[in-house]
Every structure is written in C-alpha cells, then in structure tokens.
T-cell receptor, first 124, second 110 residues
Framework: EVQLVESGGGLVKPGGSLRLSCAAS????????MSWVRQAPGKGLEWVGR??????????DYAAPVKGRLTISRDDSINTVFLQISSLRTEDTGLYYC???????????????WGQGTLITVSS | QSVLTQPPSASGTPGQRVTISCSGS????????VNWYQQLPGMAPKLLIY???QRPSGIPDRFSGSKSGTSASLAISGLRSEDEADYHC???????????FGGGTKLTVL
C-alpha cells in the first residue's frame, strides 16, 4: 500500500526557514518522481515543484513564484523527499502536500497518491 | 490568481447532471492533457480524471471529462450528496514549465 507521510510543518516567523519531510513507502522510491503541492487556507492548489527519479537524473523543477526560495531534495536510502523553504512570507502559509507523480504511458502528472499534508503558518 | 479559470461555485440537486468548466490557454489546456481532482472536506485531493477523459480504477462512470480547444469540462451525472466537494482542474503549462491548477470549484448538492 502506497503511503506518503509529511512532517516538519509548524509556526514560523516571517523571514525564517523550514524543512519539510515526506516519508514514502509501498512503492519503488528510487525511480519515482515526487512533487510538492501547496494549498493556502480556503484557496486552490498550487504546484510548487518536482524531483525526478534516479533513472531520469533526479532533475528538479520549481514553480516560478517560489524559485530561489525553495529547495527540493531526496534521500533514496531512506525513501524520503524534502522541501526546504527559506525567507518565509505570510503568503507561504498553507497545507503542503507530498504527491507521487504518475508517469504511466510516458505522460507524467500528480497522481492518485497524496500525503495528508503538513501545515506551515507564517506569522509574527 | 490561478492560471486556469474555474467558476468558484456550482450546485445541483440529487440525480441532476452538473458540469464544471476550466478555461486555459494554448500553452496549457490547448496543447496538454487535463486532469481533475476531487477534494472532500478536510481531505487530500484525489485523482478523478486524467488525460482529459480517463477514469482511474474505482472512479464511477458518473464522472466524465472532456476537452475542446483551450477549455475543459468535468461532468457529474446522477448527482449524489457525497459528491459535495471542491473540484480542481490541472494541466502542464509549456510556457511556465510546470503544473498549473484552477482555483477550484465548490460543488454544493442542494
């Protein structure tokens, strides 16, 4: 059974930083593409970035609005993907989801396996 | 402001058919597949439709997707109370080199 469990969220002051973790199980992690999607309170979903699997070079792509402040990484030895966010702003407040990317048939998209999300609140 | 445009709300009565629209551009919907996600209250999103009109295993055929030009639609027939949720469309955007979502549509079953 695929499981994605996020952790690391919390209350942080503007300008601070935070590192989120997503522990994965139930599938072959090393070649899996993983994505982060966030949702501000009462708002829609926003794709933050993705990291490809080892076989595809582990390339990382970021959404333009967050590029430069976010770093996605992975540790295949512990089946975990990370999201480091720096220079946090109030507008970064929201629920951050870890998502398994589905690449069936050569077309990749945020698939059917999402974590429960971890909440970041940026406030002074 | 979301790249894809959805109506903020939609409603219907049990048994009715409702549609939710999603408008984009040539850099996303016009040239890429569209997915739809259902988000029940307090839950993580769930994939409802992929590649414009494909349903994952377990999704009833009451849910259907279509695409025409730079717009897409999600149709729900035989509306049920448990369909009350937020629905989000998504597509890859070639200009932005990233996934883009609509702002979400809150469906109310009256």
């Amino acid at each position: 059974e695929v499981q994605l469990v996020e952790s690391g969220g919390g209350l942080v002051k503007p300008g601070g930083s935070l590192r989120l973790s997503c522990a994965a199980s139930g599938f072959t992690f090393i070649n899996a593409w993983m994505s982060w999607v966030r949702q501000a309170p009462g708002k829609g979903l926003e794709w933050v970035g993705r990291i490809k699997g080892k076989i595809d070079g582990g390339t990382i792509d970021y959404a333009a609005p967050v590029k430069g402040r976010l770093t996605i990484s992975r540790d295949d030895s512990i089946n975990t993907v990370f999201l480091q966010i720096s220079s946090l702003r109030t507008e970064d407040t929201g629920l951050y989801y870890c998502v398994l990317v589905d690449c069936t048939g050569g077309v990749c998209y945020p698939g059917n396996f999402w974590g429960q999300g971890t909440l970041i609140t940026v406030s002074s | 402001q979301s790249v894809l445009t959805q109506p903020p709300s939609a409603s219907g009565t049990p048994g009715q058919r409702v549609t939710i629209s999603c408008s984009g551009s040539t850099s996303n919907i016009g040239d890429m597949y569209v997915n739809w996600y259902q988000q029940l209250p307090g839950m993580a999103p769930k994939l409802l439709i992929y590649r414009n009109n494909q349903r994952p295993s377990g999704i009833p055929d009451r849910f259907s997707g279509s695409k025409s030009g730079t717009s897409a639609s999600l149709a729900i027939s035989g509306l049920r109370s448990e369909d009350e949720a937020d629905y989000h469309c998504a597509s890859w955007d070639a200009s932005l080199s990233g996934w883009v979502f609509g702002g979400g549509t809150k469906l109310t079953v009256l």
